[in-house]
């Protein structure tokens, strides 16, 4: 768990700020920024579109009386991905529109699932009901 901070805090910001000052150099300073401007609306537009469009489906599921379950782990999916495109770099960027684009997110999903249920045969996670 240690490693993976150290990968989060530090060495993502490094592979950032490395990747925004060769593409300063490659294209400028002018472009640069505003490829990160355009990327932030973008990414605030999808994140606004998908999670209005899936609070609805939660709606509707709710009410046929059914546990929304897929529509939940978007909903977090969709938060990660908005949270992450706060941050300004390309990479990051990438991240948010793999979590907010929805043929994207499903690729996602079902590789997390396989981690998961790989990591509950192993006895890593335990999942409890009560």
Known sequence: MFITLIVIFILVPILEVYTLIQAGALIGVGPTIALILLTGIAGAWLARSQGLELV??????????RMPTEE????????????????PGFWTDLMGFICLVPGTRNLVKKLLRRWFENQRRKGTIQFRRF
């Open 72 to 87: 939940l782990i978007d909903g977090a999916m969709v938060l990660v991905g908005g949270v992450v495109l706060l941050t």
């Open 56 to 65: 609805q489906r939660i709606q509707s599921e709710l009410t046929a009386g």
